[in-house]
């Protein structure tokens, strides 16, 4: 396993050249962008030396009044980014990027948590059924992974509002948890802290709260898993060493335990593909449940052209996709032996 | 035969359809089980609460949970759980609060969030646009209206007991001047020096004679601030407050505002406790919120569709008053063919103000026939007297001495901006491009751009014809004129040196009589100019739970939760 | 017929496809005795790897046997439950198959696949399974420590032996072999075949070898059946098949074999293609391409006709008359 460890070593480095391709992009895409941050956060009625005031104090100008070009704004950038200081918000009081991302980070990370283990499950009950059985139910399940997958969120969000929030009445319409419910903060996500320190009203709470918007999410999502269960299922099950297997008299449901482990390789794939969806998906559910997470947060800050937040919230996203890229694919070793690096 | 095989993998699938559907029952189970543990749960909680709570109890105590509250929002958990059912009202919202602190807080519902923590030496009398003495008790102005002296009330607080006094505000707006945030202007503009006359006086001296300075001073940048805000930088998540009928004692950005009663407050104390802000992102989660309980009102920003369906539902109340929103077109006079008044006098006369109103927003706006909105004193509808309503045949013969004819059309592009008022404003530019076409003489392009290119291109001056919208930063006729003209923002767009001259006359002459003589004449002129065309006001619409009392709404558009209760 | 092990009585496997019905294997009937080895020859198609699924039931969808019994000693294994038939494959009926990386479980080592197939069939402790596993692996000449190892780690003629090992290691009675050496190159095709015939003698064990190979079935078989087309065409001994062929299909397919001794030698085939399964030639199947059709061979199916003690199906035999 030594050589292993070598690999990640070599996938942290080669992570260093894709953070900073993406860096550059989204740092000059949002300069390129037409609508002037300064504008956006002074507002429509402030005189042009506020206006010029702001653009010295964001590094747009320099003291004496001139434009600072773009590629001097972009080594500036660099050199702090490098020591670690991600800047400060350009609105609302200017408070430090990391901050406010670690204000919403946890939130999202719990429900795209939440709403993966609803898709896994549905995903891979449904598809290892259809194909399994093949025929008729396999039409039914690809059926099921169009459907979802064609789902639009806030419209599956808000019928289940509707139905389990408004007439029936069991389960709140948004928010993450109750009024004075919160959890110590240990690890930022609710259902684990309330786990944790043993706060059982909170934990209920917190899972009440979670529901619907996993189970929106998951809907979502487990259109594509089950269209790769099923027929990454279908494909090793016409494998020989199914026929094989059978041949030595070994039970059914043990055979569907080893097609499925075989089956995961691409699942897996499928799953480190998925963050991407899952990002956008969020942004969607966490406006419908009013979820209060990275993706609304990232939204309305594009809209805002804080160019920080904006570049410090993509870098910190560039890290954490890789490094779940990273997870999946020491998941793939130690699933297929014939992967070895 | 073979059929045995095929049985046997119908069973193992059945199976595994068996493992989803258990799943599925348990997590039902679970769900309705929740929802009986939580109807019981309130109910325990009571004791606890009215406990802490419930009496002016020693002064120490406060003072640490506030201090603790506010290091760490998140940890103070305990101190809060459900309130008795009366003392504790729920309001949602869509809107977001960004800075807690005046200095630099300059969007509406946040200063709405600021005259519930804090107060001003003057506020509005609730239900209506007139001045009520605040913090002070009443002021004088010297005789060359320059210097206004304010007399404190005696006995103000803070939220943690801290005596406020005539220094605090000196404090407190010339924090605003040092750090020079985006509603600064707002002191900066007018005040020259502020000075402590004595403990309980305190003195304004102004730049120049400014006759609507009590509004000003009954603005969020002249609230008095608790010394823990940071004296020279803004402060954005600053729980301290002022002296105000709430503190608060939770904030969790964009989730929720807890407020509690300042026991303080010179007012006495607030019939609600507890008021919690709900923050929501999304409008229609907003509505069923409130139609499933989970809040007692649903404030800004329900959309016009909500607020016809929610008339009418069993439980719940719609309440709707005339805002001091406005909105309108800004013709820029110097881009042709807006540079020619003929023109944008016919497309003024051309506007149908009622179409918009009924159809876009089925009645929750009302047509606007002046800057000076419905409501507030002076109004006129100057542009109903000299165009009338939807007046094809004036629209006409204007286009006519224009030298436009239905072969020769006029050609003008309308430019919108397609969220920052909502989804329904590109149906706004559609009805006014109908409108307009009716004449049979004119030929709209939409136009569209995002609000911070929009804003961008407009103060460039490179935009014709531009829908735009207006909150009153304070509610006097100043405020509804004079940012217009002559204006850097709308890229120098209107300007008309008599009107320049009769709005700064205005703004200085003391007695209101005076005033509003000026101001009709002013709303003349600009009607006859046409450069900025008003077409309609906003109406406040709050949905709140039967029960629910005390909802007073005017056009200053502050929701006063100190006022409201639940009647059971 | 001296001891008879399985007897096939008009087996009748269809596939029923979208385009159309494939018999497979139309009405056939064999025995295998016990201890011997019996070669089953045809080429690709002829429906011989078909007929050794139908034996254990394994025809995949959509194939369905249609009629005919498979007799065990006298346990019919087409009217056996499910269950009772899982507890003859893999103990008394093993099978090994063309490609061994694949017969594998990719993800699984060697010996939990193994142990896996004893503790289905024997209530034993995992250890005694693993000691189990190690000997059958010994048995056919892999060291016991390979064990751990995955199907990839183990070389092509290795992985093969495994699969011997996994089929054997439960002592079947019959092992159906489905082109066990194809894949292989001819030096480890023949030691897996030594290998075989060892074990057929150890333990006394029957085996199918179904193979397209009809030299290798004449070298090793000890008797032979040749399909055609979903029937059986001769059966007979390996000497009778390779000195004395009676069928035209068997002498054809007996000059198509290269001769090692004589390299030089013009191969011959046999000319024209295998029929079209979903619609075949009435008559006799071989007709199109056989040198010796006559009329009768185009309307009649010929029928089994005994002659000193050799079956054949063919009108030149007075397989004629019923």
Known sequence: MASLKAFIIARVLALIPTVLILITLVFFVMRVLPGDPVIAIVGMKAPPERVIELKKELGLMDEAGNPIPLPIQYLNYLSKLARGDFGRSLIWGKRPVLVEIMEHFPATVELAIAGFIVSIILGLLLGSLGGWMGGKTSSAVKTYGAITYALFIPWIGMLLQLFFAVWLGILPVAGRIDTGLEPPTITGLYLIDSVITGRWDSFISALRHITLPALTLGLVISGVFTRVTRTSVEEVMRQDFVVAARARGIPEHKILLHVLKNSFVPILTMMGLQLALLMTGAVLTETTFSWPGMGTFLLERIQYRDYTTVQGTVVFFAIIVSLVNLIVDICYAYIDPRIRY | MMGKYAKKRLAVSTAVAAVGIVIALIVGLIGGYFAGSMAAAPATATVTVTETVGAKTVTSTVEKTITSTVEKTVTSVKTVPAGPAVSRIVIGVTDKVTDIDPSNAYDFYTWEVLSNIMGGLMRYAPGTTELEPGLATGYTVSPDGKEYTFRLRPNLYFADGTPMTAEDVVRSVKRVMEING??????????????????????????????????????????????????????????????????????????????????????????????????????????????????????????????????????????????????????????????????????????????????????????????????????????????????????????????????????????????????????????????????????????????????????????????????????????????????????????????????????????????????????????????????????????????????ILDPTMLFRYWLIYKAS | MADPLLNIKNLKTYYFTESGIVKAVDDVTLGIRRGELLGLVGESGSGKSTLGLSIIRLIPPPGKIIDGSVLLDNIDLMSISEKELRRIRGRRIGMIFQDPLTCLDPLRRIEDQMVETVMVHMDVERDEAREMAAKALERVGISGDRLKDYPHQLSGGMRQRAMIAMATMLHPELLIADEPTTALDVIVQSRIMDLLEDLKESMKMSILLITHDLALVIERADRVAVMYAGELCEVGTSEQISQDPLHPYTKLLLESIPDVEAPKTKLKSIPGNPPDMRNPPSGCRFWPRCPYAKDICKQTPPKFAELNGRIVRCHLYGGGKS
């Open chain 2, 182 to 551: 985006d509603p600064a202007w707002l002191v900066t503009d007018f005040v020259k020096d502020v000075v402590a006359v004595d403990d309980h006086t305190v003195k304004f001296i102004l730049k120049k004679p400014v006759a609507f300075f009590p509004a000003l001073v009954a603005t969020p940048p002249y609230f008095p601030v608790h010394p823990a805000y940071k004296p020279k930088e803004i402060d954005s998540d600053q729980t301290a407050g002022g002296v105000g009928p709430y503190r608060i004692v939770k904030w969790v950005r964009d989730v929720e505002l807890v407020l509690e009663a300042n026991p303080y407050w010179w007012q006495g104390a607030p019939k609600t406790k507890q008021i919690v802000i709900k923050f929501f992102k999304d409008a229609t989660a907003l509505r069923m919120a409130l139609e499933a309980g989970e809040i007692d009102i649903a404030w800004r920003t329900l959309r016009p569709t909500d607020i016809q369906d929610l008339k009418g539902k069993k439980g719940i109340k719609v309440i709707e008053v005339p805002g001091a929103y406005i909105r309108y077109i800004i013709f820029n006079t110097k881009i042709p063919p807006f540079d020619n008044p003929l023109v944008r006098k016919a497309l003024a006369a051309a506007v149908n103000r009622k179409a918009i109103c009924e159809r876009v927003f089925l009645g929750t706006t009302t047509p606007l026939y002046s800057m000076i909105p419905i409501g507030m004193w002076s109004h006129k509808d100057s542009f109903l007297e000299k165009y009338g309503e939807h007046n094809l045949e004036l629209a006409k013969k204007l286009l006519k001495e224009a030298g436009y004819s239905e072969t020769n059309k006029l050609k003008v592009e309308l430019w919108y901006t397609p969220t920052h008022y909502g989804d329904t404003e590109v149906d706004v530019a559609t009805l006014i491009k109908e409108a307009w076409e009716e004449t049979g003489m004119v030929e709209v392009t939409l136009k569209s751009a995002e609000w911070t290119t929009y804003l961008e291109y407009t103060r460039k001056g490179m935009l014709g014809a531009t829908l735009y919208g207006w909150y009153p930063d304070y509610i006097d006729p100043d405020d509804y004129t004079s940012p217009w003209v002559n204006a850097s923002w709308t890229g120098y767009a209107y300007s008309n040196p008599e009107l320049i001259k009769i709005l700064e006359e205005a703004s200085v002459k003391p007695t209101l009589a005076e005033r509003a003589k000026l101001y009709e004449k002013a709303q003349d002129i600009w009607a006859e100019d046409a450069a900025i065309v008003p077409i309609f006001q906003g109406k406040l619409a709050v949905a709140v739970r039967e029960g629910v009392e005390g909802v």
